[in-house]
């Protein structure tokens, strides 16, 4: 595990039997937190000095995530994005006078880990609330985990995964999106490709929750227009950029589609792309934001320094938020200044070769805003209860990204827009947005 980017114990991933679910309500989290300060300012007033430096408040998240393995770039990026966030509010003496602490562990990309992590977050760390998880396989394992442990109020804030599961009972109630859904993406992408008129649109996508969700996507889309998948294959979730897919394209081209939608993570993505290109498949192919863009195009580019070609040609990228270098839009300024200030940082041997702005932390740091808006109104005595209050009640909250958000009771996603890209002259454009519309 890791606490402001500092290794620290982690936590058994192996099965046990779960405890019995420990009471917070009367011990809130923040209450906890304060305890070693409020015994340090203690200290200190006895010895004459103020309390006020010392007592310092703090609000602890988890954040369960891959840190490690062929996904580690998801979670490293989407947790700068957050700690940029965080630390942006904490320079201007926090969010309505609280510290927003970040406490990090590694699953891998890996449902049993974050199951553990989860548990660890909750009876030992005692944090606040479960924020950005990422991954479906992953989210979806600790469901049930929040309905377990109801009774503490416990919530899942903005996960990075699109899933539909998260967005319907029984498991709404305990969980607050942000992004938009993975239903939301390939609508958008398949209505794009049938406008162009593309037909016979085949699937690539990981053989677990999240790759079938994205599949149904894509079969619930092209069903508004009379048609079906021509052809599907899966992969294995973890595949790396080197696996050879070559059996996978074979099957697809059998059908002979004129698109492609692929629902995977970059490695597995890129890999296909370019074994379908050099097999002579000129289609276009399209990925959802999961995928992450920036580093699949790194695959691709890279790639294509060794064989001498294009492999970034008619490749289509879904994405769910707006480019971080609008300048148009407030929150994309604020958010490369707070990056550029930034010190949060993981261990060496975690962090990415480059460390600059992109996509997926531009959300994480858009998924800290509004919660650093929310914690700012929670009021002197924080509760769970009061901030799931609060995002309720936060109507038409404007972060400067174009696109206002809210939340309801029976409608726990706050954004619906999304945006389609291309890689052209080194560097990503955006084609017309597709704005959501809520279902």
């Not at 794009?192 to 996507?217: C, E, M, P, T």
Request: net charge positive.
């Amino acid at each position: 595990m890791f606490r402001h980017g500092k290794p620290v114990s982690l936590a058994s991933a192996a099965c046990r039997a779960r405890r019995a679910a420990l009471s917070l309500t009367s011990r809130p989290a923040w209450r906890v937190a304060l305890r070693p300060v409020l015994c340090l300012a203690l200290c200190l007033v006895l010895a004459g000095l103020s309390p006020a430096r010392a007592a310092e408040r703090e609000l602890v998240f988890g954040m369960s995530a891959a840190f490690t393995g062929p996904a580690r770039g998801l979670g490293m990026e989407y947790y700068r994005g957050l700690m940029a966030s965080f630390e942006h509010a904490n320079a201007q003496g926090g969010a309505g006078g609280l510290r927003l602490v970040l406490s990090l562990r590694d699953d891998g990309y890996d449902p049993l880990p974050a199951l553990a992590n989860t548990i660890g977050f909750v009876e030992q760390e005692r944090v606040f609330a479960l924020l950005g998880y990422v991954g479906t396989p992953t989210t979806a394992r600790v469901l049930p985990l929040l309905k377990h442990y109801e009774a503490e109020g416990m919530i899942l804030l903005f996960p990075f995964t699109g899933a539909d599961l998260l967005r319907e009972p029984p498991y709404n109630s305990y969980v607050f999106n942000l992004r938009a859904s993975y239903f939301d993406e390939t609508r958008g992408v398949v209505e794009a490709l049938v406008a162009s008129g593309k037909r016979r649109i085949a699937v690539f996508h990981q053989g677990d929750i999240y790759g079938r969700n994205g599949w149904d996507g894509v079969r619930r889309a092209l069903k508004g227009f009379g048609l079906s998948i021509v052809a599907d294959v899966t992969y294995r979730r973890g595949a790396p950029y080197t696996q050879d897919f070559r059996q996978e394209v074979g099957l697809l081209m059998a059908a002979q589609p004129d698109a492609i939608v692929t629902v995977g993570t970059a490695p597995a993505c890129a890999g296909f792309i370019r074994d379908a290109r050099n097999a002579g498949l000129a289609a276009p192919i399209a990925t959802l934001s999961f995928a992450d863009a920036d580093n699949l195009v790194k695959f691709l580019l890279a790639q294509g320094r060794v064989t001498g070609r294009d492999y970034t040609t008619e490749l289509i990228f879904s994405e769910v938020v707006p480019s971080y270098d609008d300048p148009s839009l407030p929150a994309a300024k604020l958010y490369r200044q707070a990056m550029s200030q930034s010190h949060a940082a993981l261990p060496a041997h975690l962090m990415r070769e480059e460390y600059v702005p992109n996509r997926l932390s531009f959300e994480g740091f858009l998924a800290g805003q509004v919660l650093v808006e929310a914690v700012k109104r929670l009021g002197g005595a924080p509760t769970r209860a009061g901030l799931a209050r609060v995002l309720l009640n936060q109507k038409n909250l404007d972060i400067g990204l174009g696109e206002n958000i809210n939340f309801e009771a029976d409608h726990n996603q706050g954004l619906h827009q999304t945006y389609l890209m291309v890689y052209r002259d080194g560097g990503f454009q955006t084609l017309k947005p597709r704005h959501g519309v809520r279902p």
